[in-house]
Nanobody
Framework: QVQPVESGGGLVQAGGSLRLSCATS????????MGWFRQAPGKEREFVAA????????YYADSVKGRFTISRDNANDTVYLQMNSLKPKDTAIYYC???????????????WGQGTQVTVSS
């Protein structure tokens, strides 16, 4: 089992940047896709970004394209989410997860972190 642990969340003003990190344990990290999701109060968890195990393919929700960048460091078992030009509507708990099947849907993931809060003030 791979256990992700997120960090890097916080409070930032609109237009600012944050970099989220997700450290994992387990020997299968480098062969698994990784994803970031977010959940705002009263809303369902939604896809933000994902990256295949080889970093050859990256996927983004339309709402974050051009502002967020996902990357991974297989040598250190870590995946990152660089978030620029943040908006108040980006406020949510951000979760990192390890892909088990596909890579774009919540149901494709079995191993989830506890989440990190991102708050963007206007």
């Amino acid at each position: 089992q791979v256990q992700p642990v997120e960090s890097g969340g916080g409070l930032v003003q609109a237009g600012g940047s944050l970099r989220l990190s997700c450290a994992t344990s387990g020997r299968t990290f480098s062969t698994r896709g990784m994803g970031w999701f977010r959940q705002a109060p009263g809303k369902e968890r939604e896809f933000v970004a994902a990256i295949t195990w080889s970093s050859g393919n990256r996927y983004y929700a339309d709402s974050v394209k051009g502002r967020f960048t996902i990357s991974r460091d297989n040598a250190n078992d870590t995946v990152y989410l660089q978030m620029n030009s943040l908006k108040p509507k980006d406020t949510a708990i951000y979760y990192c997860a390890v892909a088990a099947r596909g890579i774009l849907d919540v149901d494709d993931y079995d191993d989830w972190g506890q989440g990190t809060q991102v708050t963007v003030s206007s």
